[in-house]
């Protein structure tokens, strides 16, 4: 097989994609809470991690490194209060949160 027509082993999937497919989970895990309580816990755990990327992905769009809780030695990124931070910034990202999605930022922070 040529490398053109050769199958991918690995996908390299983006901070969006993998929101979506932790926001699927969550789905998922809430629609299986129904029948098994405990599925909430794994429900909630999943939607906090895809808003985190999701928000990530917002950072990146504007540049790579913001992703990053320092910019200046790039190995841990960052949380959803610094990302938040960044994005309402009006040096950086320039965006608006509503105060209910505020609040409800803080308490996926707690989580």
Do not use: C
């Not at 938040?84 to 505020?102: A, M, P, Q, W, Y």
């Amino acid at each position: 097989m040529s490398e053109d027509t050769a199958p991918q082993r690995t996908r390299k999937l983006g901070f969006l994609d993998n929101s979506h497919r932790f926001l699927r989970e969550a789905a998922g895990k809430a629609r299986l809470a129904s029948k098994d309580p405990d599925q909430w816990m794994f429900a909630v755990a999943a939607l906090v991690q895809s808003v985190e990327l999701a928000l990530k992905a917002a950072l990146a769009e504007i540049h790579a490194a913001l992703i990053y809780e320092n910019i200046d030695n790039p190995k841990r990124t960052v949380t959803i209060a610094t990302a938040t931070n960044r994005l309402v910034s009006k040096h950086i990202g320039n965006h608006e949160f509503t105060d209910k999605d505020r609040k409800r930022l803080e308490r996926a922070i707690q989580i």
